[in-house]
């Protein structure tokens, strides 16, 4: 399936300020499933792109913006060969088809710390929460993993949010709803607890049944590395596991690393006026579905 993605950021002002440099991550990810056609990122005001890849392998574009401005305007447009099946069967090594079962030694040393470790700050709600998941869970490891999935999604209401930044899994938990990155740091928390290294991912959602003009969004969810199948993407929000309709532009340790967006404005902050972002994953082949 060939998809075309234009993502749009606009921030406004009450007058021209001078811009700090801006980290985007807007760029896919070119893995398995998704092969990238083209890529373009444009910024008004002009702006000098430097680019690289982090420890992650993400593709960063680091933007240097010398004039002042009133507005700025981030548009990104990628065409993408997404190839990832809407059902698909993973095939792990024989050890590790059952939970717990140990991971080589190697492949710790390159997840390192941050991948396993999980948060030691929990309360007891959210331990008794993941205490009582796992009483009733499955020893399968992928049946564990899809329930985790599914009782995140069922256990929190999605909303949208327009604050900053990503509400802690107790905070989660309390409110019983948050956007796709609380829920997404929720079962990130869970899992790593569980003993599974697993990353945060940011990119973008084609949903065919969304409204026309309105196919896609800005998106979080997670990978937790399996043996024998490798990085396995599991969204709580949508209460689905695999790549089906996902494009990844970054992963990280935890969300706040892998936002679109990162920068800032020197000057009085009352001179912030508002920041719109729009998404559109439009299907360049006819009748594409995932």
Do not use: K
């Not at 090594?93 to 080589?104: C, G, K, Q, S, V």
């Not at 948060?119 to 490891?141: C, I, K, S």
């Amino acid at each position: 399936m060939r998809l075309r993605i234009r993502h749009r950021t606009v921030y406004r002002y009450t007058r021209p300020v001078r811009f700090s440099d801006h980290r985007l991550l807007v760029t896919p990810r070119a893995t398995r499933d998704v092969a990238i056609i083209w890529s373009s990122v444009q910024i008004d005001p002009a702006a000098a792109l430097v680019w690289s890849e982090d420890a992650a392998g993400n593709t960063v574009a680091l933007a240097l913006i010398a004039e002042a401005a009133a507005t700025l305007t981030i548009e990104a447009e990628h065409e993408v060969l997404h190839s990832a099946e809407p059902y698909p069967v993973f095939r792990l090594d024989p050890a590790a088809h059952r939970y717990p079962f140990a991971y080589a030694s190697d492949d710790r040393a390159l997840f390192g710390p941050g991948l396993l470790g999980g948060d030691a700050d929990q309360d007891e709600d959210q331990a008794r929460w993941l205490a009582e998941f796992r009483a009733a869970a499955p020893d399968d490891t992928l049946r564990l993993l899809n329930a985790l999935n599914e009782a995140v999604g069922a256990a929190i209401a999605y909303r949208t949010r327009d604050e900053e930044g990503t509400q802690s899994p107790s905070r989660t938990l309390a409110l019983r709803s948050g956007s796709c990155r609380d829920l997404a740091a929720l079962f990130l928390w869970a899992v790593r607890r569980l003993g599974f290294p697993a990353r945060a991912v940011s990119g973008y959602l084609f949903d065919p049944g969304m409204a026309a003009g309105d196919v896609g969004a800005t998106h979080a969810w997670c990978e937790v590395f399996l043996p024998g199948a490798g990085w396995i993407a599991f969204d709580p929000t949508q209460r689905r596991i695999g790549g089906a309709g996902l494009v990844a532009t970054a992963v990280g340790v935890i969300s706040a690393a892998v936002l679109p967006v990162i920068g800032g404005f020197v000057g009085d902050a009352a001179a912030f006026a508002s920041m719109d972002a729009s998404v559109v994953v439009e299907a360049l082949d006819a009748n594409a579905s995932v």
